[in-house]
């Protein structure tokens, strides 16, 4: 398998804050768990053996308030089951989009100090991951309108 993602890279960031702020976005998110949570050294659950499935839940836990306080909520949510079109090594564990009332909703979101603690649990269970910010349209009658 190739390059691995779990946080946004500077360039990405820049561009993502560039974009118009006053708008509702969807962020689509698909997720690559660890068999094996890693957490450091220090954190509490290191060392406690749980999946990357169970850091993930306990990052959604932990940080479903800061999300709902924002306005966020999840509009739609997956399991995949097969890549039909695409490389099949990018086989997803988990797939949603999620709906922010602004892009500043979001970057008040991972700047939030709780967030930022909450957010290694993500960190510990995910091996990787796309995020991919959409402006919300009205669908037409045909795919691509």
């Not at 564990?93 to 909703?105: G, K, N, Q």
């Not at 930022?116 to 960190?123: G, P, Q, Y």
């Amino acid at each position: 398998m190739g390059e691995t993602y779990i946080d946004p890279d500077r360039a990405a960031w820049e561009v993502f804050k560039s974009l118009p702020k006053d708008q509702p976005i969807h962020m689509l998110n698909l997720i690559r768990l660890k068999a094996r949570a890693e957490y450091p050294e220090g954190h509490p659950d290191h060392g406690k053996d749980l999946t990357g499935l169970d850091a993930y839940r306990a990052y959604g836990r932990t940080t479903a308030p800061i999300f709902q306080r924002l306005g966020g909520r999840q509009v739609w949510v997956g399991k995949p089951q097969v890549m039909v079109t695409g490389p099949q090594a990018e086989a997803w564990d988990l797939a949603f989009v999620a709906e922010y009332p602004s892009s500043e909703a979001f970057i008040a979101m991972v700047r939030d100090p709780e967030y930022r603690e909450f957010v290694k649990h993500r960190t510990a269970g995910v091996a990787d991951s796309r995020l991919l910010r959409l402006a919300p349209v009205t669908p037409g009658e045909g795919f691509g309108e």
